[in-house]
């Protein structure tokens, strides 16, 4: 009995993720200025100048987050920020700050996304998804962003969409 109970379990969690797949998420760079995004747990860090674009997929069941770093300086794997900085890594494995953050969580029939300046803000910032509402905060007054913890402003997009970061929208 406990072995057709495990199988049953297997087939359904077979099922979910088989429903699922990965999130692209493609970042683009549109200031006048370089802008080193990072993203935990998926991403790292890149370089990007004005104009350039960085391609990240997210697998399904990931809850995350992009931000944008600024005056950067790198040696390799280390070196500093003046905004956005995780510990000095260029490829970052725990959240920058001070930074204007893209959050998200990559579900199965649904995704999860927001814009939040709870922390700081360092760069505009858009944010969207291909079946849901565009996010956009330029400023430190951002509508489209959390300001402090208790803010229910998360907007759902269908599952198995694409989503786009644009700095300096």
């Known amino acids: 009995m406990a072995a057709a109970a495990s199988s049953v379990l297997f087939l359904l969690l077979a099922a979910f993720v088989a429903g699922s797949s990965a ?25 990007l100048g004005q ?5 990240v997929n997210v697998p399904p069941g990931t809850s995350g987050r992009f931000w944008g770093r600024t005056g950067c300086s790198f040696n390799g794997n280390s070196g500093s920020c003046q ?11 725990l959240s920058g700050q001070p930074a204007t953050l893209a959050e998200y969580t990559i579900g199965g029939s649904q995704d999860f996304y927001d814009i939040s300046v709870i922390d700081a803000f360092n ?13 956009v905060c330029s400023d430190p007054s951002c509508p489209d962003a959390y300001h402090h913890p208790n803010d229910m402003d998360t907007h759902a997009c269908n599952g198995n969409s694409n989503y786009q970061i644009t700095f300096c929208p």
């Open 23 to 47: 999130a692209t998420f493609t970042i683009t760079n549109n200031c006048g200025f370089t802008v080193w995004p990072a993203g935990i747990p998926v991403g790292g860090g890149a370089q």
């Open 51 to 55: 104009g350039q674009t960085w391609t």
């Open 83 to 93: 905004t956005g900085d995780c510990a000095g890594a260029f490829f970052c494995t």
């Open 123 to 135: 760069i505009g910032m858009a944010f969207s998804c291909s079946t849901g509402v565009g996010l």
